[in-house]
């Protein structure tokens, strides 16, 4: 199924304060929370990509969880966002996103907007990010979100990931953040040369996996940690 297109460049900056907590109190203390977040969380663990730390301590992950939750957004373990699915822990976003090697201007795949959450962050490092969401109202509801921020260079399909987003390819990086038993061959195929893939792949046990692409059909793989990511849906299941 062809999914809805929702393309979106806002001019103007990253006005943070639209649709959170307003008053300067209000932000100074998230803002504080998300520096305690990158020093003890993430770069404390290993990632030490300065252009990823420093999206991280800019991007105000509190306004992209449930108001239910958003004492907890700068905890560390995941959070449920709706539809069964769940913004992954900082520590995983930072990972995953110092993996794909990518750069101001590179073109970056998402296989699982969910809260839109991780296409902040690489919009924020100057990636053109294409982002897919199989559950219709969350990415609309992304869309909306990243739209009130005045978000640039990011568009969000809704549909399913499996046959990735060929009109936009080649991307120098994909990300996907719900575990397939198998990985996708045309998100493989939709890698550049020297492009990485950074998936979580397996079913109750799941390994994180870089992959990149070296020529047409050469794509070495290797592991990296143990995760727990939900299931990848949709076409990916009727796929052997």
């Known amino acids: 199924m062809r999914g809805v297109l929702i393309m979106f460049t806002l001019a103007g900056g990253w006005p943070w304060g639209c649709g959170g907590d307003g008053t300067a109190t209000d932000e100074a203390r998230w803002a504080t929370l998300r520096q ?138 994909v990300i996907v953040t719900a575990a397939p038993e198998h990985i996708p061959q045309p998100l493989l195929d939709q890698l550049r040369i020297a492009g990485h893939m950074v998936i979580p792949v397996g079913s109750f046990y799941q390994q994180l996996k870089v992959i990149t692409r070296r020529g047409a059909a050469d794509f070495p793989e290797r592991d990296v940690i143990p995760v727990r990511f939900v299931p990848m849906t949709g076409e990916v299941e009727r796929r052997p």
């Open 36 to 173: 305690e977040m990158v020093t003890t969380q993430i770069a404390a663990r290993g990632v030490r990509d300065g252009t990823v730390l420093a999206a991280l301590r800019t991007v105000p992950r509190h306004l992209f969880v449930p108001a239910d939750v958003r004492a907890e957004a700068y905890a560390d373990h995941p959070l449920p966002i709706g539809e069964g699915q769940t913004i992954s822990q900082p520590y995983i976003v930072g990972l995953m996103t110092e993996l794909l090697e990518v750069k101001a201007g590179d073109k970056v795949l998402e296989v699982g907007t969910g809260s839109g959450y991780q296409a902040a962050v690489l919009a924020s490092m100057g990636c053109e990010v294409y982002t897919m969401e199989i559950r219709p109202a969350l990415a609309h509801e992304a869309e909306r979100r990243l739209a009130s921020m005045g978000v640039k260079h990011v568009h969000v399909r809704a549909s399913d990931g499996y046959a990735g987003w060929p009109e936009a390819a080649p991307f120098a990086g």
